[in-house]
């Protein structure tokens, strides 16, 4: 995976009422296929009696597995558009569903395209999308002389402490962007005249709340 990796905040559902017809989008974080299409049989079962349950996903860090389906609208009207709102965006390990309950009124190629178009920007603004950002946790050791200084670095660079040691001198443990790893240190490094070392832990990832631009 990347070091910056967008995606779904949370799962979530949203509804549009378009000239009588019920557009409802439902949202799923998924990693596998197989998950994705667990997730469109749970949400056909739940919804049995609509006209249409649509949808697409894409997984993968580089999009290797994209799908789509029209469930019976005409062709290129409701899969094509979900799949084109998730790319537009940027998301991976998405699967959105667009369940339609047909309101008696035609709406005809555009206004479909629109509507399913709609329904997933709108659900997507709803639960929002956050950034999934590669950190490193580091181990840091330094005097209690220098923790004053250590500290009010971290607090100006906005760096989190999520462990603090004391012993005979003090183990400060943070999680810093791992593109940011070997210039956290060498700053660390001058800041104290040396008198520091680092033990460098695991990779996770971090979620960072993203803004929503709609075009």
Do not use: W
Not at 50 to 63: K, L, Q, S, V
Request: with cysteine; aromatic share 6%; charged share 20%.
């Amino acid at each position: 995976m990347s070091d910056i990796f967008l995606t779904l905040k949370a799962a979530g559902q949203h509804e549009l009422v378009i000239k009588k017809s019920q557009f409802i989008c439902s949202l799923q974080r998924v990693e596998t296929a197989a998950a994705a299409d667990q997730f469109i049989a749970e949400i056909k079962k739940a919804n049995g009696k609509a006209n249409h349950n649509c949808f697409a996903y894409m997984i993968g860090e580089h999009d290797q597995i994209q799908r789509e389906s029209d469930d019976g609208e005409p062709s290129g009207t409701a899969g094509v558009p979900i799949l084109e709102v998730l790319k537009r965006l940027e998301l991976h390990n998405v699967c959105a569903v667009v369940t339609r309950y047909f309101g008696g009124i035609k709406l005809g190629a555009g206004g479909l395209i629109r509507a399913y178009s709609n329904a997933t920007s709108k659900a997507i603004e709803q639960v929002g999308i956050v950034s999934l950002v590669l950190q490193t946790a580091i181990q840091i050791t330094v005097s209690y002389a220098n923790l004053d200084k250590l500290n009010y670095y971290l607090t100006q660079q906005a760096i989190s402490i999520t462990q603090t040691d004391y012993t005979d001198q003090v183990q400060v443990t943070i999680a810093v962007d791992t593109a940011n790893l070997d210039d956290v240190q060498t700053n660390i490094t001058n800041l104290l005249a040396g008198q520091v070392s680092f033990k460098i832990g695991d990779e996770s990832y971090h979620e960072v709340d993203m803004p929503l631009y709609q075009e």
